[in-house]
């Protein structure tokens, strides 16, 4: 007698599989009739050192194309992270250690101790690591369906963050458990946030301006110190750069501090400029949202009435910084935000007069949000195409000299005055 090998493919990204028998054409039951729960926790390590993940496997064959010994399940296959680390595979009652391999489609084939033939059930662990920092821990929560219990394990005394608030907490000991019960079911991957509040240190540099030296403090929490040497060595360029990109000299009377901030310290949002108290900056936030927040130091010279003209303007600086140290990640950048004010003008339509932003920013608010900065730079870089570097950094120059806030009307005027164009287009976005 001749019996044929199933393999089972589960994909905790989008898709569920079986690959075919040899010789034999699946029928139309196979996968839908077998059963796989799995239990899986993760646990962010006190000492700094990693993130450990624990997978427990059940798997149930009740695939009538096996009955009657037509043929087995003898392998698992499952999408781990790519930075996913020490995999350990093995049976828990018999201390049998899986073998394992990494496909070139990305997943791992898990080698079964036994062939799995119909009615039989089957359970194993697959433990890794993901790696983190010495006092902060991101990471996303990566599974499909609804047949998966999630546990998270961080210190008690860690601040975090979940982007899904559908958990229930529990306490054991030093650590605190958010555990999302079998049932919810997983689409996206969710963020998590864990931060280990130490004590605060600090790194200074000056870097000389064309009018003025600027004193840089990052103040950073103990052993993130290549997170605070980015920072402090990113923030000197784009400051020089900013100045050349508006045409006028950096226009604050202060020198500026980053903060490396946790969520709660900005309010949901990646960075949180809060003037001469310095820019709290989220430690997972982007080269583009510091630029960004130091951008604002020339935009409110400006004196904006409506928060439009503040943002818009923030991130067309922010794009023509990254123009000139990473023009890949500035042309994907302006792309993307035009697409997102595409894609959701018909949903939310809000006219820019009217926008503002939320006080914080969470996974309710967050696409509204999205497209009203996606809408502002829109119609910012539409003029700034139309009137060209040279103009627009005469009519910021201008604005900048005003005086007195400067609401839509007088925006439109210097910028028509400047150019000698029509720019009455922009009306249709407010």
Not at 48 to 73: A, P, S
Not at 242 to 268: K, W
Not at 270 to 297: M, P, R, V
């Amino acid at each position: 007698m001749r019996y044929y090998e199933k393999r089972l493919l589960r994909s905790i990204f989008l898709f569920l599989t079986v690959l075919s028998i040899v010789y034999v054409s699946p029928v139309s039951c196979g996968w839908n009739q077998t059963i796989t729960d799995i239990d899986v926790t993760y646990e962010v390590s006190p000492d700094g050192k990693n993130i450990h993940v624990l997978r427990q496997v059940t798997f149930e064959n009740n695939d009538e194309d096996t009955r009657f010994w037509r043929g087995y399940y003898s392998s698992f296959n499952y999408y781990l992270p790519a930075n996913a680390k020490n995999i350990y595979a093995y049976e828990k009652e018999d201390g049998n250690t899986l073998t394992w391999s990494l496909t070139a489609e990305g997943y791992y084939t898990f080698s079964l101790s036994k062939k799995l033939w119909y009615g039989d059930r089957y359970v194993f662990y697959i433990e890794y690591d993901l790696p983190r920092n010495s006092n902060t821990a991101v990471f996303s929560i990566v599974e499909y369906g609804n047949r998966t219990q999630v546990i998270l394990r961080t210190p008690q005394s860690y601040e975090t963050d979940i982007e899904r608030k559908d958990y229930h907490m529990l306490e054991q000991g030093e650590f605190t458990e958010f555990v999302f019960p079998r049932g919810a079911t997983w689409k996206n991957p969710c963020q998590v946030t864990c931060v280990n509040h130490t004590n605060m240190q600090e790194i200074k540099s000056v870097v000389r301006l064309s009018e003025k030296d600027v004193g840089v403090t990052v103040r950073f929490w103990e052993g993130e110190d290549a997170w605070s040497t980015h920072i402090l060595n990113t923030t000197m360029q784009s400051l020089l750069l900013l100045e050349n990109v508006t045409g006028f000299p950096y226009p604050a009377r202060y020198n500026i501090t980053i903060v490396q901030a946790s969520v709660e310290d900005t309010q949901g949002y990646g960075g949180f400029n809060q003037g001469s108290k310095g820019i709290y900056l989220l430690h997972t936030s982007s080269d583009a949202i510091l630029i960004h927040e130091l951008a604002h130091y020339w935009t409110r010279e400006c004196h904006f009435s409506h928060i439009w003209m503040d943002e818009g303007h923030a991130d067309l600086y922010t794009y023509l910084v990254l123009e000139r140290t990473k023009p890949d990640i500035a042309e994907k950048r302006k792309d993307k935000t035009l697409e997102t004010y595409q894609k959701l003008e018909r949903k939310y339509d809000i006219p820019l007069s009217t926008w503002d932003t939320a006080d914080n920013f969470d996974s309710t608010n967050g696409e509204a949000i999205q497209f009203g900065y996606s809408k502002a730079f829109t119609a910012i870089y539409l003029v700034y195409e139309d009137l060209g570097p040279e103009t627009m950094q005469t009519g910021w120059q201008c604005l900048s000299e005003h005086g007195c806030t400067v609401d839509e009307q007088s925006f439109i005027s210097v910028m028509e005055e400047t150019s000698g164009k029509d720019i009455g287009y922009i009306e249709e976005y407010l």
